[in-house]
């Protein structure tokens, strides 16, 4: 079976400073992949998708970049956090239409 | 643009009460609709879906009807329990293409006993 992984589970980062999280995928082969945000108390905003290795979409013009090096690995990253990329990173990935989400990351940029 | 509009919460319930979720939405052609679930702290699992009208998606005792004509989608569950405390959202998305999903801002449910 599919499983999806991310980490790390909680992320407390000051301003000015570096991300990365990461996400892998295991028991499927060349999936659709997407990282969404939720902020507090609010919905998912999409963030980016890949249908392939070094294929990036962005839905929303951020401080944030995305990367896929190999098929089933996501990368988000930034060079310098913002107070408001603060929130509950998801990974998702799809297959026949339905989109599965990781446990999640939750950042605090202080 | 596609958009899905949910109830406000949060709703509160007691025990045993049946539960009603209204979902809306405005699409362009046939979406496919999705009924997830976040637990506290947890990601997003799926609960039901729907792909065509008429269709009936359930699981767990949740059910919700794809209303083309109503352009609705509304959960329900005739007997709730405190372990469905949790934020519901109801989405929608396109076949084929990188099938984005579009989420409704969530529904939160407490259900006390």
């Known amino acids: 079976s599919q499983t999806i992984h991310q980490w790390p589970a909680t992320l407390v980062q000051p301003v000015g400073s570096p991300l990365s999280l990461e996400c892998t995928v295991e028991g499927t082969s060349n999936p659709n992949l997407y990282w969404y945000r939720q902020a507090a108390g609010r919905g998912l905003q999409l963030l980016f998708y890949s249908v392939g290795i070094g294929q990036i979409s962005s839905e929303v013009p951020q401080n944030l970049s995305a990367s896929r090096p190999q098929d089933r690995q996501f990368i988000l990253s930034s060079k310098k956090l913002l107070l408001s990329d603060s929130g509950f990173y998801l990974c998702?990935?799809?297959?026949?239409?339905?989109?599965?989400f990781g446990p999640g990351t939750r950042l605090t940029v202080l | 643009g596609d958009s899905v509009t949910q109830m406000e919460g949060p709703v509160t319930l007691s025990e045993e009460a049946f539960l009603t979720i209204n979902c809306t939405y405005t699409a362009t052609g046939y979406p496919s609709l999705f009924w997830y679930v976040q637990y506290p702290g947890e990601g997003l699992q799926l609960l039901l879906k729907a792909t065509k009208a008429d269709d009936k998606g359930s699981n767990k005792g949740f059910e919700a009807t794809y209303r083309k004509e109503t352009t609705s989608f509304h959960l329900e569950k005739g007997s709730v329990q405190v372990s469905d405390s949790a934020v519901y959202f109801c989405?929608?998305?396109?076949?084929?293409?990188?099938?984005?999903?579009?989420f409704g801002a969530g529904t939160r449910l407490a259900v006390h006993p």
């Open positions: 998702a990935w799809s297959v026949r239409g339905v989109q599965f």
């Open positions: 989405a929608l998305s396109h076949s084929g293409g990188y099938n984005k999903l579009i």
